[in-house]
Every structure is written in structure tokens, then in C-alpha cells.
């Protein structure tokens, strides 16, 4: 009786020692689904389970607390995993740990409450964001301008915008699309939302959710945008006071030498960008290189930069990939000319050859921003009604995986900054 005691007492010290963490890789080839995982470690984290990301490790893994219901979701979303002992965890986390390396365990906290800035009727344009959260199941929920300019960003750590025109020129889609039955449902459907909302203009009502948005970075929120919310975002906050907008748009004339009047100071990313004029040209600004682009598709990708992992954990955060080099993709603004760039804006992927930035983080006041180029990751040239993309077909896309980094980074405990 004895000796049986003795070999239970075994048994269960050694499926303690041996069954402690749920380890996910994310390498090329240990991980079949990139894109589920952050949804198992959003649900981790919901669930209270102890939780690191393990920077510049075997693809950017993640370790998990140990438990019954996290490693079924692994099985039953198709999540490549391994169940490891507290002692073979304890060797990663101390090879990790040495000087020596580039690398470096952080500790997620708590699962950040997400909200996606987006109209209720999105046509003709669909959302890579949305899309890569609804297909890796992280929860979120979606506001519009009504509830910003209440102040209901307050209630989230991370926002999203969808693809928007801040700048009230409805995407500059004037010239190819003003006479199509969904631009002109768009523009009616924006003039009538101003107006109940107090405001005789769209311009001047999306500038107001700007500085809304703006004042909550600057409070502390992190905001992530791709392809035309990026630099219409900082071109609406650049013009304030001053009517960039012409005729077809808002009903009168934009100000004379309106260019002149443009106050950089009040960007986040941008500075010394040259309006677009033409209101029958797809594009806002010299910020986008679209138009100047002369590189073939298939020779089209950017490369991700390298950052201490120590000592710039969120730059690692964010660049955490399989790959250094991502497939490019177009979208109405697709990269960012390097010479509109703030100094203090860091280049976290570019394609070096077209000097031209693909990927871009900054701090405004206690927050955060992140901007990404381009419309989809996974369709290069997405055009208007185009069908959405399939991730299923997709689900090691390096480009999505960029999108989901900062999904999760608001989790990660902050540390005290080194001196």
C-alpha cells in the first residue's frame, strides 16, 4: 500500500512537472495556422491564464499556463501546439534571458477590449482588419462617428479605423465612381449624418471625430489604420480651419492658396506633404506612392526591420513574423513616401530599393499609433466590389500576421523604460 501510495504521489509530481505549459510555436514550418494562434492567447488571457510572448523565439511564440479547455481550443481551431514541462519551459525562458541573445519574454497581462471604427453599410469595401479578427476569433466591437464624438473610444484599449476619408472628400472617388449608385448613397447617407449630428459639413464633422481620436491616443490609447485612414487621418488634422475640400464635395469653393495654410505640427506621422488638388484624381497626397510605383508584382515585397528585443520590446512586438520579407499590396494608398515622414515616426517594414515605408509606428502623448499601407495582404490589387478574401486560404499570411501583432501588443506588461 505503501509503495503504491509512493508511485501515485510520482505520478502526479511528474504530470506536474511534465504537463505544465502549453507551448505554440511560430515558425514557418512548426505552425500550420499563424493567424488562429493569437486567437488561442486572446482567449488564454480571457480565460485569466498566464500568458508570454516569446520575442524573436522560434517565430515569435507564445507560452501558455497550462489547461484543459485552452489546449482543446487548440485542437478544435487547428492550432499547431506542444504540452511542455515547467523544466523544459524554464530552459527556454533562461536561453531567452542571456545577454547574449536577441530576445526576450514578455508577459501578457490581460486580453485588451478591441473596437473597429467602421460605417454600418461598408460597401463596396470590405476590411482586412475585421476580417483576420472574425477569422481568428478575437472578440470585437464597432463604433462610428456618433458614438466617438460621444466618447465612447474611452471604454477600449485598441481601435481600429476602417479605411476612412477624414478629410471629407468621400475617398476621392469623384472621378471614376460619382455617378455610381453606392457613391452617391455614401455621400447622401454622410451629408444627412453631419447634420443630425450638429454639423453643416462632412469635412468638418470627420475632422471632429479626428481630434476625438487624437485626444485618445494622446490619453493613452493605441490606434492602428491601413491603406487611406492613414494620411487622410493626418491631412484632416493638418487642415483644420482651412477648406481643402472643393465644390463637388462639400457645396464651395476650397480656400485659395490652401496649401500654404497646412500645419504639420498637428500630424501624427506626416510632415511637409503636398495636397492633391484635382478633385477628379484617386488620391489625397504625395504621402502615397502608389502612383510612382514602377515595381513588377512579383518582385513586389517589403522587409521587416530588426529591433532589440530587450530594449524595444514594441517595436519586436510588432514586427514579429516567420518571415523578414512580406509580399507587398496595393491599396489607394499603398506605402508612404520616406520624405513625408517625421523624423521621431519609426520604419518598422519598407522596401528599400523604392524608398518608400510600408509599415510605420510612433508615440503621441501616452499613446500610441500604427500605420499600414495597403488594402489586403492577401489581394494585391483589390478593386472596388472585388470579392473578399478567403483566409482559410491564407492562414500563414506574414502580411495579416503584421495586423494581429498589434492586436495583442496593448496586452503586454509594461515595462520601465531603461536608462
Known amino acids: 500500500m505503501k509503495k503504491l501510495l509512493t508511485i501515485l504521489t510520482f505520478l502526479l509530481i511528474s504530470n506536474s512537472i511534465w504537463a505544465s505549459f502549453i507551448y505554440i510555436p511560430m515558425s514557418h514550418d512548426n505552425q500550420v ?42 485542437k478544435i481551431r ?26 526576450d519574454a514578455i508577459i501578457l497581462e490581460k486580453a485588451p477590449k478591441i473596437v473597429v471604427y467602421s460605417p454600418e453599410d461598408k460597401m463596396p469595401w470590405d476590411d482586412a482588419v475585421t476580417m483576420v479578427l472574425t477569422y481568428a476569433e478575437i472578440p470585437f466591437d464597432v463604433i462610428y462617428d456618433k458614438e466617438v464624438l460621444e466618447d465612447k473610444l474611452l471604454l477600449y484599449e485598441w481601435l481600429h479605423l476602417h479605411h476612412e476619408d477624414f478629410t471629407g472628400q468621400y475617398g476621392k ?34 475632422l471632429a471625430v479626428a481630434k476625438k481620436i487624437r485626444d485618445y491616443v494622446i490619453g493613452g490609447g493605441f490606434m492602428f ?17 482651412v477648406d481643402i475640400a472643393e465644390a463637388m464635395f462639400d457645396g464651395d469653393a476650397s480656400d485659395l492658396n490652401y496649401q500654404s495654410k497646412i500645419n504639420y505640427n498637428k500630424t501624427f506621422a506626416f510632415k511637409d506633404f503636398q495636397l492633391v488638388k484635382n478633385p477628379r484624381t484617386y488620391e489625397f497626397s504625395n504621402i502615397d506612392t502608389t502612383d510612382k510605383r514602377i515595381i513588377p508584382k512579383t518582385s513586389d515585397y517589403f522587409s521587416l526591420g530588426e529591433f532589440s528585443a530587450k530594449w524595444d520590446p514594441v517595436p519586436t512586438m510588432l514586427t ?26 519609426l520604419v518598422l517594414g519598407e522596401n528599400k530599393t523604392n524608398r518608400e515605408a510600408r ?44 495586423i494581429l501583432n498589434n492586436v495583442l501588443f496593448p496586452a503586454a506588461k509594461k515595462k520601465k523604460q531603461k536608462t
Open 33 to 74: 495556422n499563424h493567424l488562429k494562434s493569437y486567437g488561442i492567447v486572446y482567449f488564454s488571457l480571457e480565460a485569466g491564464l498566464k500568458s508570454k510572448w516569446l520575442l524573436n523565439y522560434d517565430g515569435g511564440a507564445f507560452l501558455i499556463e497550462n489547461n484543459k479547455i485552452a489546449e482543446n481550443e487548440c
Open 78 to 103: 487547428g492550432v499547431s501546439y506542444q504540452i511542455i514541462s515547467d523544466a523544459k519551459a524554464q530552459l527556454i525562458l533562461q536561453e531567452i534571458s542571456s545577454p547574449s541573445s536577441n530576445q
Open 225 to 241: 489604420a491601413m491603406c487611406s485612414a492613414t494620411d487622410s487621418f493626418d491631412i484632416a488634422l493638418s487642415a483644420e480651419g
Open 320 to 345: 514579429q513574423n516567420h518571415t523578414v520579407l512580406v509580399k507587398g499590396f496595393m491599396g489607394q494608398t499603398t506605402a508612404f513616401n520616406r520624405n513625408t515622414i517625421k523624423s521621431n515616426v
Open 359 to 402: 509599415y510605420i509606428h510612433g508615440t503621441k502623448g501616452k499613446g500610441m499609433f500604427t500605420f499600414y499601407g495597403g488594402h489586403d495582404p492577401e489581394d494585391y490589387s483589390h478593386r472596388v466590389n472585388d470579392p473578399k478574401t478567403e483566409l482559410d486560404l491564407h492562414p500563414t499570411s506574414p502580411g495579416y500576421r503584421l
Open 173 to 206: 472617388f469623384y472621378g471614376s465612381f460619382r455617378t455610381a449608385p453606392w457613391y452617391l448613397e455614401a455621400k447622401k447617407n454622410s451629408e444627412k449624418k453631419a447634420l443630425e449630428l450638429g454639423f453643416s459639413k462632412v469635412s468638418e464633422e470627420k
